[in-house]
């Protein structure tokens, strides 16, 4: 097993923030590795996403162009409970920008969305994602852990959270010109302590090679 490699450079250029996700320029251009929308979710949707308990809500993901995304997302979160009206309203609408942000960025007529309730341990050793880029917003529950490291099969010894409703884009091992500094992420430890959260991955459709 390969030893974890210090943070000694914290790379400071590799995980950029924005105020939205409409600034891809330090991805594409200063050869960042990760953006980080540091926003809050709606004080109202924070409230309900806290106390909703997720029943009846399963795993779903779909293949879809930007445009098509709200209308299946209206669909899933409509079948199950616990939700109000404008709590899907808004989270379906804030899904399907994010989608059309990431096609912009990808440069792609087709994506994959993953809508997720999470209620258990999963990923728990930091990656990158076998992707050009992937986005992945936490609505509920704690947020994506990241951390560098000299290659994807070494581990962090320090680890970031991603605050609950910010988006993160990562690049991933398909991106073009993959730079050999590593930014990895895992999911929280969220079983022991009785958490449950709900995310949403969006990233370009797999090809048949994948």
Known sequence: MSTPT??????????????SMGEFAPLLERG?????????????????????NMAGAV???FLSDAGGIRR???AILESWSGLSHNSR?????????????MARLLSTDTLMVRVEPVRDDACRRFHKDVVK??????????????????????????AGSVPTGAP?????????N??????????????ARGESRFLVVINEAPTSAS
């Not at 993959?178 to 079983?191: D, G, K, M, Q, Y």
């Open 6 to 19: 210090p943070d000694t450079k914290m790379r400071a250029d590799a995980l950029l923030p924005v105020t």
């Open 32 to 52: 960042a590795e990760g953006l980080i929308w540091g926003r809050e979710l709606p004080s109202s949707v924070a409230v309900e996403m806290q106390s909703w």
């Open 59 to 61: 795993p779903e993901r």
């Open 72 to 74: 299946h997302v209206d």
């Open 89 to 101: 309203e808004w989270l379906a609408t804030d899904i399907a920008e994010l989608g059309m942000a």
């Open 133 to 158: 880029a992937r986005l992945i917003c936490t609505y509920k529950g704690p947020g994506t852990e990241y951390g560098f490291a000299d290659q994807d099969h070494d581990q962090p010894l320090t």
């Open 168 to 176: 993160i884009i990562l690049r991933g091992k398909r991106w073009p």
């Open 178 to 191: 993959n730079a050999e500094t590593e930014l990895l992420h895992r999911s929280p430890v969220i079983e």
